[in-house]
């Protein structure tokens, strides 16, 4: 009865210190009870107005977003326009290198924005090669039932957002002096009018968005629409430097129109390059599916930059 008794002990004494050691282990693997956070979007939305756009005062119906069978977003009924950044990584601060930057308006023939292939797979291309973009969400002119117009509200929306990234270059790591603009169809007549039409900025602002100028370091025009003599005529030698592309089968407004456009820049002594794709339409941005000399488009870009001085703080 003894040997039972204290083998009866040494057994459970056993079972007891194994589910000790057991319920320890388990303990210090056990997760935190605080509810984890979710990670920061880093490409979270920056509304151009902290308080509202002007123009768009009432206005309060949300953004509608539609993707199409092939998983391409587009967004209508834009009332905040915002931009999305798309930045370099690496270090911040005062040690840092700022880089190059592109504001980003993507086409929909100012009914809608095309938001993906002319939007954030182009930031992510560029920002992946040492450009930080920024996607505009401009108001739409064109849209049913909208009292926005391209002249008034869209051309606020861009020239806000050079002014924006200029005001925050040191904290998004950007040099306010490299601060271009670039328009896919509809938001090309943006980035066009954008270089021909700029102020100094206003040094003594309240508001500091408002200080910097609105005029773009260089313009990037894909397709854009808009082209007119009217435009032409306002190229200046101060106009920024340009980057143009489109296809040869696009519409004459612009397959014929942009070479135009060339030509008076050139007159004017202002820095030009043009591509014009045979057999190439309108609309097509960036996509994974384009072969030939057309899918190299982005390269010719970042090449041009880098010979323009563009890529590298001087």
Request: hydrophobic content about 40%; some cysteine.
């Amino acid at each position: 009865m003894c040997r039972i008794t204290m083998a009866c002990l040494k057994l459970f004494g056993g079972l007891v210190f194994s589910l000790t050691l057991a319920t320890a282990a388990l303990a210090q693997q056990a997760p935190a009870t605080a509810p984890a956070r979710p990670p920061a979007n880093p490409h979270a939305e920056v509304p151009l107005w902290a308080n509202g756009a002007p123009g768009s005062e009432g206005k309060t119906a949300p953004e509608v977003v539609t993707t199409d069978a092939d998983g391409e977003r587009s967004v209508t009924t834009v009332n905040n326009p915002s931009i999305a950044p798309y930045l370099v990584r690496g270090p911040r601060g005062a040690n840092a290198t700022p880089v190059a930057a592109i504001i980003i308006a993507p086409g929909g023939g100012h009914y809608k924005l095309t938001m993906d292939d002319e939007g954030y797979d182009v930031a992510k291309y560029l920002s992946g090669h040492g450009v930080a973009a920024f996607v505009l969400k401009y108001r739409l002119a064109h849209e049913q039932g909208s009292t926005y117009t391209v002249d008034g509200d869209e051309m606020h929306d861009i020239q806000r957002a050079i002014r924006m990234v200029k005001a925050r270059a040191a904290e998004w790591g950007v040099d306010p002096a490299r601060v271009g603009v670039m328009g896919f169809s509809a938001g090309g007549e943006l980035a066009i009018k954008a270089s021909t039409r700029y102020d100094d900025g206003n040094p003594a602002a309240a508001d500091p968005i408002d200080r910097p100028s609105d005029k773009p370091a260089f313009q990037v025009l894909m397709y854009p629409g808009g082209l007119t003599p009217e435009i032409e005529a306002k190229v200046t030698r101060d106009t920024p430097p340009a980057f143009l592309l489109c296809g040869a089968d696009d519409r004459d407004n612009i397959a014929q129109q942009l070479p135009e456009l060339f030509i008076a820049l050139k007159k004017a002594g202002v820095s030009a390059e043009l591509h014009e794709f045979a057999g190439v339409g309108h609309g097509f941005g960036l996509r994974l599916s384009q072969n030939g000399g057309l899918s190299h488009w982005p390269e010719l870009l970042l090449q041009w930059m880098d010979t323009r001085g563009l890529l590298h703080a001087k």
